[in-house]
């Protein structure tokens, strides 16, 4: 079934695997919205493809570690669209020197937490946007209200101790999509992670990259344009997480629990046992009488 007349919500639209997934969806006739730090670079971006005719491109200028900048340029968004399909929490940072290493210090120095705040935090924002969205709308004629697209990494299962801090972001990131990712079906909406290892973005230095390519250990953005593409019309997976590697793509499973008593804790995916479970862990028995939520019938 053709994509043409859907639209899109990509933040860091205007460069790297963003870029790449507005120009994908483009070119299949889905209006994007460019949601991107980089003002110049997301505008310039968005006449190109207007010029091509294929589909209706929009832009804002947002830095996604602020709610309400955030809010505003998906309002912006809706006004341009209506209606919202896809949502893509593209927009990311590297690690940042997170913490003093002065061993002379007296005083405490605060750690600077800003790759979470735009990594995880800003994901999570944005998936709350697209959600409620999806909440007010009608189900399309493939059964959906709309479709969240999360970038996570192979840092997001993998050990990486000289990104500790990036590293916690990208597990916070793979963990959400798997638990709430499971929950969401229910109500028509689909939320997956694409963990891709190295890719030629601008989160790192070309020279880096120039070394991973020469040793072969270059992702290419086409294999993360395959698995995004999967998802895109019928296709109903979610909570999946999905590792992209040099040499191809496997889907990663959470990890099997360590006996019985832990898989009945750890595994109810039915709504009305989720709510048992949540009375039993939080001690609150109201919990357990929570109606599911309201959406669009």
Same mark, same amino acid.
């Given at each position: 079934?053709?994509?043409?007349?859907?639209?899109?919500?990509?933040?860091?639209?205007?460069?790297?695997?963003?870029?790449?997934?507005?120009?994908?969806?483009?070119?299949?006739?889905?209006?994007?919205?460019?949601?991107?730090?980089?003002?110049?670079?997301?505008?310039?971006?968005?006449?190109?493809?207007?010029?091509?005719?294929?589909?209706?491109?929009?832009?804002?200028?947002?830095?996604?570690?602020?709610?309400?900048?955030?809010?505003?340029?998906?309002?912006?968004?809706?006004?341009?669209?209506?209606?919202?399909?896809? &949502?893509?929490?593209?927009?990311?940072?590297?690690?940042?020197?997170?913490?003093?290493?002065?061993?002379?210090?007296?005083?405490?120095?605060?750690?600077?937490?800003?790759?979470?705040? &735009?990594?995880?935090?800003?994901?999570?924002?944005?998936?709350?946007?697209?959600?409620?969205?999806?909440?007010?709308?009608?189900?399309?004629?493939?059964?959906?209200?709309?479709?969240?697209?999360?970038?996570?990494?192979?840092?997001?299962?993998?050990?990486?101790?000289?990104?500790?801090?990036?590293?916690?972001?990208?597990?916070?990131?793979?963990?959400?999509?798997?638990?709430?990712?499971?929950?969401?079906?229910?109500?028509?909406?689909?939320?997956?992670?694409?963990?891709?290892? &190295?890719?030629?973005?601008?989160?790192?230095?070309?020279?880096?990259?120039?070394?991973?390519?020469?040793?072969?250990?270059?992702?290419?953005?086409?294999?993360?344009?395959? &698995?995004?593409?999967?998802?895109?019309?019928?296709?109903?997976?979610?909570?999946?997480?999905?590792?992209?590697?040099?040499?191809?793509?496997?889907?990663?499973?959470?990890?099997?629990?360590?006996?019985?008593?832990?898989?009945?804790?750890?595994?109810?995916?039915?709504?009305?046992?989720?709510?048992?479970?949540?009375?039993?862990?939080?001690?609150?028995?109201?919990?357990?009488?929570?109606?599911?939520?309201?959406?669009?019938?």
């Amino acid at each position: 079934m053709s994509e043409a007349g859907k639209s899109a919500f990509i933040t860091g639209g205007a460069s790297g695997i963003g870029k790449a997934v507005v120009k994908m969806l483009s070119e299949k006739g889905v209006n994007v919205f460019i949601a991107d730090y980089n003002t110049v670079a997301a505008e310039s971006f968005a006449a190109e493809l207007n010029g091509t005719g294929k589909a209706k491109a929009a832009f804002a200028h947002v830095d996604v570690s602020d709610w309400n900048q955030l809010v505003e340029a998906f309002e912006h968004a809706i006004a341009a669209f209506e209606k919202i399909d896809y &949502v893509y929490p593209i927009a990311g940072i590297g690690e940042r020197k997170w913490m003093t290493n002065k061993p002379s210090l007296h005083s405490w120095e605060a750690p600077d937490l800003s790759t979470l705040d &735009v990594d995880l935090k800003a994901v999570l924002n944005t998936c709350s946007l697209a959600i409620q969205h999806f909440r007010r709308q009608d189900l399309n004629k493939q059964g959906f209200r709309g479709k969240i697209f999360c970038v996570s990494s192979v840092c997001g299962f993998y050990a990486v101790p000289t990104l500790p801090i990036y590293t916690a972001a990208k597990y916070g990131v793979t963990g959400f999509v798997r638990s709430y990712g499971a929950h969401l079906p229910t109500e028509g909406i689909t939320l997956n992670a694409i963990c891709p290892n &190295v890719v030629r973005t601008a989160i790192s230095s070309s020279d880096f990259y120039d070394k991973c390519e020469a040793e072969n250990l270059l992702t290419p953005m086409q294999s993360l344009l395959d &698995v995004f593409e999967s998802l895109l019309g019928e296709d109903g997976r979610s909570g999946q997480i999905f590792e992209v590697g040099p040499h191809g793509m496997q889907t990663r499973d959470a990890p099997e629990p360590m006996d019985a008593d832990t898989g009945v804790l750890m595994g109810p995916r039915n709504p009305r046992s989720m709510r048992k479970l949540n009375a039993l862990i939080l001690g609150d028995r109201r919990w357990a009488n929570i109606t599911d939520v309201e959406i669009k019938k």
